[in-house]
């Protein structure tokens, strides 16, 4: 396939292109209840070629890109025929010129205990783990999905990279129920990039706990300000956000302030400093950059950026290749010590969001802890409009840890004074 690919590309006049060549074998498990509807596997391949096309426009020179998707069993002509289409949609791109990423040739081959495993058999050993707190008779899973996937990647350019590597994941989701004193369902969902049964457990156990919690709860919290207690997922959301914005597309394109030695949290940080990281989740990027561990944050001033090749290349700085996993160093305060103080902890939203440019988070609420100071009472509904532009520089971050597959870092954050919209 990949020597028709190269053919029609020659035949096409391309001269500068990009191949991904992805396979992903996948086991996938249906379950109602803890009983097993429905067992798949999948082998699919998938290749995304990327054509450039240099050209002239108002006398600078531009260089047009455009992708198109090759399936497996097309013919000669189906191929040349598309990547025709998309060189020629490439000089309706006006993309100035940039230099592609240097070229790499590299195997790599990292131990992982998916790999060693058929999928099938890893898919029941997560199964396994998702179904063991499941004890109760009036709380439970009611439907799990459960997926693992190992994806063959191989890369190709015309200047010359040859890159091979592998990725594993473990996803799905599941609805746990409560059926007294009122039915409720309520939507959970999980991605690790190892066997994580430990993790998976938690998370089934605290969905049941969480479940049963939200089927006693009546009444929203009263509006006003609150200390609001943000857990696991949640933090990650927000704290990403800073991620975003050292993109080098986000800070050309003007989104993002960003720039070395900026004040992320602002002139004055009454909090917790932020100390981030982005964490490669696959050894190197689709365009072939080498993906490394980079500090984005260094007690809350922006020390790297990343991004694209061809953004970082407009930038005028090295290729670092796009990240989605960040590593945030934990926080002084354990959370049994955030919650001494009146506070407002949602465990469950409906649909939280946090728009990175805006600051902006929040979300409607489906199950939250009030603490008055006295005693703790279940509420659900109002919901939550935060500004962390506004607040960034009063964080305070929990020594306990929280991981996922594009996560590692404190378990909890404590934001004071947030808006709830309630009762």
Not at 36 to 45: F, G, L, V
Not at 104 to 125: C, F, G, Q, T, Y
Not at 263 to 290: F, H, R, W
Request: proline share 4%; aromatic share 10%; glycine share 6%.
């Amino acid at each position: 396939m990949i020597n028709k690919i190269l053919a029609a590309l020659k035949k096409a006049g391309v001269s500068v292109y990009n191949i991904v060549d992805t396979v992903t074998e996948s086991a996938e498990i249906y379950f109602i209840k803890k009983q097993e509807d429905m067992r798949r596997m999948k082998s699919i391949r998938e290749i995304t070629v990327t054509v450039y096309r240099d050209f002239e426009a108002n006398d600078k020179k531009m260089r047009g890109m455009s992708d198109v998707q090759i399936a497996p069993g097309m013919t000669e002509e189906e191929i040349a025929k598309k990547i025709s289409v998309a060189y020629e949609s490439a000089c309706y791109v006006m993309n100035p010129f940039f230099e592609l990423a240097d070229p790499v040739k590299d195997v790599v081959e990292a131990k992982s205990e998916i790999r060693d495993l058929p999928l099938e058999e890893a898919a029941r050993i997560m199964a396994d783990a998702l179904f063991t707190p499941d004890t109760d008779e009036e709380a439970f899973i009611n439907s799990a999905e459960i997926f693992v996937d190992l994806q063959r990647v191989h890369i190709l350019s015309s200047l010359g990279s040859d890159i091979s590597f592998t990725k594993e994941r473990v996803w799905g989701e599941f609805v746990a129920q409560c059926v007294r004193p009122q039915d409720v369902e309520m939507y959970f969902d999980f991605n690790y990039d190892t066997l994580d049964t430990y993790a998976l457990s938690k998370l089934s156990l605290d969905a049941i706990t969480i479940v049963s919690d939200r089927a006693q709860a009546k009444s929203a919290p009263a509006a006003g300000e609150y200390d609001l207690i943000l857990t696991e997922k949640h933090v990650n959301t927000v704290l990403s956000s800073y991620l975003e914005k050292a993109d080098a597309a986000m800070i050309f394109a003007k989104y993002s302030p960003y720039e070395i030695g900026f004040n992320a949290q602002g002139e004055s940080i009454q909090g917790e400093k932020l100390n981030l990281m982005c964490e490669p989740d696959q050894p190197y990027s689709m365009d072939g950059v080498k993906l490394i561990e980079r500090t984005i944050l260094k007690d809350g001033v922006v020390s790297d950026l990343v991004g694209a090749t061809r953004f970082c290349r407009y930038m005028g700085i090295e290729p670092k290749g796009h990240f989605s996993k960040i590593r945030v160093e934990n926080g002084t305060v354990s959370l049994d010590e955030m919650k001494k103080k009146p506070y407002l902890m949602p465990v469950a939203f409906s649909d939280f969001q946090m728009d990175a440019m805006s600051g902006r988070f929040g979300g409607e609420i489906r199950l939250a802890y009030l603490f008055d100071g006295e005693s703790i009472s279940l509420v659900t509904g109002g919901s939550v409009n935060g500004s962390l532009l506004e607040k960034q520089n009063q964080l305070v971050f929990s020594k306990e840890t929280y991981r996922s597959s594009d996560y590692s870092g404190p378990l909890a954050v404590l934001i004071p004074s947030v808006s709830v919209a309630g009762a």
